[in-house]
């Protein structure tokens, strides 16, 4: 009895040992090893400023973003009232969806007044503006662009600045102590 015990895990033991180190292809799959696919092939959040960037020189300063949306919504708003109607913002949306897909930017009346007006229209490229500009000179670089495609010893490989506080003991002391925290603020209670 435990010569056969033995004997089948031994059995087992080979086996797994014989197995390939190449997983199997799912019987679904109709092409052996696909690459997945590129989630940003539409261009991602990029496209959405890219378009704006007036002189094509790569680098989109906020004051070309500001003439571009001001540009646009003005074709846009064809009865010239300085609101969208909701008719339009469909249009305009089911137009975004088409060439987006899922990357589009659909636009919001977010106070549901029944139009939608320039600040509303240009939220979504206002916010991502501010949000890709790291470094806050009111310009996005190429490298801030795509900041994985920065080369080797440009200024995106320096450390993150520290926080005034970073490595300051309990209240913002560098040495730890109870009493206030360095700038004459009072103790947190």
Not at 41 to 54: E, M, P, R, V
Not at 75 to 96: F, W, Y
Request: aromatic fraction near 6%; charged fraction near 25%.
């Amino acid at each position: 009895m435990r010569f056969a015990h033995f004997s089948a895990l031994g059995l087992v033991a080979l086996l797994a040992g014989c197995g390939s180190s190449q997983p199997a292809e799912p019987r679904w799959s109709p092409y052996p090893r696909v690459a997945p696919r590129d989630e940003n092939y539409h261009g991602g959040s990029n496209a959405l400023l890219l378009k704006y960037d007036a002189n094509h020189d790569g680098t989109l300063t906020r004051e070309e973003l500001v003439a571009g949306l001001k540009a646009e919504f003005a074709r846009l708003d064809t009865k010239h009232t300085g609101c969208l109607s909701p008719d339009q913002v469909d249009e305009i949306n089911q137009a975004r969806i088409a060439a987006d897909q899922s990357a589009a930017t659909p636009i919001q009346d977010w106070n549901q007044d029944g139009c939608v007006d320039y600040r509303e229209y240009s939220a979504a490229a206002y916010s991502l503006f501010d949000q890709i500009d790291r470094n806050g000179d009111g310009k996005i670089t190429p490298q801030e662009f795509n900041p994985r495609a920065a080369k080797p010893g440009t200024q995106n490989d320096a450390p993150p600045a520290q926080p005034p506080d970073q490595g300051r003991g309990r209240r913002g002391r560098p040495d730890g102590g109870n009493g206030p925290p360095v700038g004459g603020a009072p103790p947190l209670r």
